[in-house]
């Protein structure tokens, strides 16, 4: 990534850290919830592929909102990552993997048999920069989300998720449309106009009548009927896109000054929470004792 692609995104990352988020990706949220109203009457909800925990820190500010000691007990948030995240308050957690059903189960324990009313999924493939093969992998663990979203949602339920525009987003939109009456792609202003990143917002959750949760991939298999196959033929629509954000704020395309408020000076911020394993910690450790410079 060229210097001018993370200049554009300074703004984001440097609001992130004087607000308290851990990751710019919140406002990604906020701005989806800006556009959508997803956190109306919800009470119950589960945060996919938590780590570093930013999209739990907008759960737990929203459903805690009048609780200042959040421990509402009407109030339940799940997070669920591969890796270990460091705690927040009223957010419980559970490091294990989404396409194991007994990661589900784990879930509907701590809501005490009850369903989630919302489920968010903000992860992404570490990307190679080839976009048909990152586009590809994306959508497997989008589908992998979603198959755990049928064990834990509750009907009438929203499941946002990120998604990667790409030529295969109408088949993506098309399955997704069978578990939900609206299905709509949204792009938040904090994220770059240049990335083919954007969120798919699924709200009201209906499955087929006599549909049985299931961990396969694709979650419904039509092969057996072409006829009745929803995935093909006119339902393969034109997905419907809507930018959300305010349209006056900053451009995550745009570079700012570093000083944004006059009369006071720029302090430089450390992230709000590193990461507390990162997968790429062996490789710095064996760059930090020049393994590779022996190489040579």
């Known amino acids: 990534m060229g210097k001018a692609s993370k200049d554009k995104r300074d703004i984001y990352y440097r609001l992130a850290k004087e607000q308290g988020w851990r990751a710019r ?44 000691d959040q421990d509402d007990k009407d109030s339940k948030i799940v997070a669920i990552d591969l890796q270990a995240m460091a705690p927040l308050p009223g957010v419980v957690q559970i490091q294990g993997d989404i396409t194991k059903v007994s990661t589900a189960e784990q879930v509907i ?55 990667f525009r790409g030529r295969d987003i109408t088949l993506l939109y098309a399955q997704l449309r069978v578990f939900f009456r609206s299905v709509v792609c949204a792009k938040p202003r904090s994220s770059r106009n240049s990335s083919i990143e954007s969120f798919i917002v699924c709200q009201d959750y209906a499955p087929p009548e006599g549909y049985v949760p299931t961990m396969a991939s694709p979650p419904l298999d039509f092969s057996y009927d072409e006829t009745n196959n929803p995935l093909t033929g006119p339902n ?26 006059s009369g006071t000076d720029y302090a430089l911020r450390k992230p709000l929470q590193l990461p507390i394993n990162p997968p790429y910690k062996t490789a710095l450790d064996l760059k930090h004792s020049n393994f590779y410079n022996d190489m040579d």
């Open 25 to 68: 990706s919140a406002f990604k949220l906020l701005q989806v919830d800006e556009e959508f109203d997803i956190f109306r009457g919800v009470t119950r909800a589960v945060d996919l592929c938590a780590a570093p925990g930013s999209w739990s820190q907008v759960l737990s500010k929203k459903l805690y909102a009048n609780d200042a």
């Open 109 to 163: 324990a701590h809501f005490q048999g009850e369903k989630a009313d919302l489920v968010v999924c903000d992860g992404a493939p570490d990307v190679t920069g080839l976009h048909d093969m990152d586009e590809y992998i994306q959508a497997q663990l989008l589908l992998a989300a979603l198959n755990i979203t049928t064990h834990v949602l509750r009907p009438g339920g929203t499941f946002v998720a990120k998604i």
């Open 236 to 261: 393969r629509v034109i997905v419907p896109f809507v930018a959300c954000g305010d349209l006056s704020g900053f451009d995550s395309d745009k570079t700012y000054p570093q000083q944004l408020d």
